[in-house]
């Protein structure tokens, strides 16, 4: 796996559904995302919670891949580190680019447990805004914020 990308999902309405400012921000970080992954294979992941599924449906349409998986373990809290790294960990085979659409919890707490476990990194990470993500270059041991 070159890269590890761990977003928030975008706004919600009372509903729990995407508002169309949530919409507008998947969008707008789908097109951040395609400039930087570049070949490959992209797999997306999702928590079951609707906001996480419909964001990681229209980043999978960007990359035109198949719908996205979801994982009762993305949704939080409880926040289980050990397990997504498990998760995580599955996929390193199997695609190039791992898109993982989740909560605030995880967007503050996996990248740093990830680098520690998987690069041997420390990496300072806090919570992301909806609609952004982390970058993790799995072969530069680098991390960014889109």
């Not at 969008?27 to 079951?48: A, D, H, N, R, Y």
């Not at 680098?115 to 270059?137: K, T, Y």
């Amino acid at each position: 796996m070159k890269n590890l990308i761990i977003a928030r999902h975008g706004l919600c309405a009372e509903d729990g559904n995407l508002d169309v400012c949530g919409k507008s921000q998947i969008v707008k970080l789908s097109i951040k995302l395609e400039l930087v992954l570049t070949g490959g294979v992209v797999c997306v992941l999702s928590s079951t919670v609707d906001r996480a599924v419909q964001s990681a449906r229209i980043i999978s349409w960007s990359f035109g891949v198949a719908e996205a998986e979801a994982y009762e373990i993305l949704v939080s809290p409880p926040v289980d580190l050990g397990a997504v790294y498990r998760l995580v960990s599955q996929f390193k085979g199997l695609c190039t680019h791992l898109i993982i659409v989740t909560h605030s919890e995880y967007t503050k707490d996996l990248p740093a447990y990830f680098g520690r476990m998987a690069l041997g990194v420390n990496f300072e990470s806090h919570p992301l805004q909806p609609g952004q993500a982390w970058v993790i270059d799995c072969e530069e041991k680098t991390i960014r914020m889109i």
